[in-house]
C-alpha cells in the first residue's frame, strides 16, 4: 500500500520544504497540497462535514503549485501531488504550463488531483458557474491533454477554445500525468471513468469502497475503458484505532493508496506528527 500525506501547511506552520523533506525520509509515498485561494468571511455554505464551521487553516492555505515547486526542488522521490486543484477556478492555458513545468522538472513525479469546488461562495466570487462547474472542468481537463501531448494543439468546445498553438514544456511521464478526481459519489464514478487515471475520494470506508469500485468497473465498461489501469486512493482513511488492520482492509477493497492528514504541522510538533504516523501506517 502506498502512504501518502496530505499537508495542510502555512505561513503559522513549519516550512512546506521541511514537511516534504521529512516525509520522504520517513518513507512516504507522496506530498500533497490542498487548494482554496480565498476564503469568503461570512459564507453561506456549510463545511461538508464535522460541526459545518469551515476550519481556520482553510484562510491560510498556500498556493500548491509554488509549495510543491520547493518541495520538488528539495527532494528526489517522492510523488507531488495536488489534493485537490480547483480547476475551474484556474485559467487553463496557465494551469496545463504549470502542471507540465512542475513534471518536467520534478523528473515525472506529479500527481494531478483535482475537482471542482465545494464552496459555492468561493467559486462565484471568482467567476465559476457554481452549477456547471463540473462540465467546465471536464472540459478544461480535455483541453489541457491536447496541450501536454500535442506538438500543436488545437481545441473547440464551449469553455474553451484555440487555434493551433505550441505549449512547452511536455511533461515527463508520457502521455501526461496522472488525473486523480478527487470526489465522492456517482458524478464523481462517472468522471473518473470519462477523464480520470484515478479516483480520490475522503473517508471513504473499506466497505463502501468495495460498492463504489463495483459500480466504477461497469462505468468503465461502458465508455470502453481498462479499470484495472486506474489507481484508487483515499484520502483521510477511516483506521477505527488499528491502522495496521485499516491497511489491509483499504488493499482488499482495492485501494492502492492511503492519504493521511497530520494534526498540525505545526513547526515544533510536525517532526514527531510525521514519525507517529509513519510509525502507524507505513507497514
Not at 25 to 33: D, H, I, K, M, T
Not at 192 to 210: C, N, S
Not at 246 to 259: F, I, K, N, S, T
Amino acid at each position: 500500500m502506498k502512504i501518502g500525506v496530505l499537508a495542510f501547511v502555512a505561513s503559522s506552520t513549519a516550512h512546506p520544504v521541511a514537511v516534504a523533506r521529512k516525509c520522504e525520509a520517513l518513507g512516504f509515498e507522496s506530498f500533497w497540497l490542498p487548494e482554496h485561494a480565498i476564503m469568503p468571511v461570512n459564507p453561506k455554505t456549510p463545511f461538508p462535514r464535522g460541526d459545518g464551521k469551515i476550519p481556520e487553516v482553510y484562510s491560510h492555505m498556500i498556493d500548491p503549485f509554488v509549495g510543491l515547486a520547493l518541495a520538488a526542488g528539495a527532494t528526489n522521490r517522492i510523488k507531488l501531488g495536488t489534493g485537490i486543484c480547483l480547476v475551474p477556478e484556474r485559467d487553463p492555458f496557465n494551469l496545463a504550463k504549470e502542471v507540465a513545468t512542475l513534471d518536467y522538472y520534478s523528473g515525472g513525479r506529479m500527481l494531478f488531483g483535482i475537482g471542482a469546488g465545494w464552496l459555492r461562495d468561493e467559486s462565484e466570487i471568482m467567476g465559476v458557474d457554481f452549477r456547471r462547474r463540473w462540465p467546465m472542468t471536464r472540459e478544461y481537463i480535455r483541453a489541457m491533454k491536447e496541450l501536454w501531448t500535442r506538438e500543436e494543439a488545437s481545441f473547440e468546445g464551449e469553455f474553451v477554445k484555440f487555434p493551433a498553438l505550441r505549449s512547452n514544456p511536455k511533461p515527463a511521464q508520457k502521455p501526461h500525468p496522472p488525473v486523480h478526481i478527487g470526489a465522492g459519489g456517482e458524478r464523481a464514478l462517472r468522471n473518473t471513468a470519462l477523464i480520470g487515471d484515478g479516483w480520490a475520494p475522503i473517508a471513504l470506508k473499506p466497505d463502501d469502497l468495495k460498492t463504489e469500485l463495483a459500480k466504477l468497473r461497469q462505468l468503465c465498461a461502458d465508455v470502453n475503458r481498462d479499470f484495472s489501469k486506474l489507481e484508487i486512493t483515499i484520502f483521510s482513511p477511516v483506521g477505527g484505532g488499528d491502522s495496521r488492520a485499516a491497511v489491509e482492509a483499504y488493499r482488499a477493497a482495492g485501494a492502492h493508496r492511503l492519504v493521511l492528514f497530520p494534526p498540525t504541522l505545526a513547526a515544533d510538533k510536525y517532526d514527531a506528527e510525521l514519525e507517529e504516523l509513519a510509525k502507524s501506517w507505513i507497514v
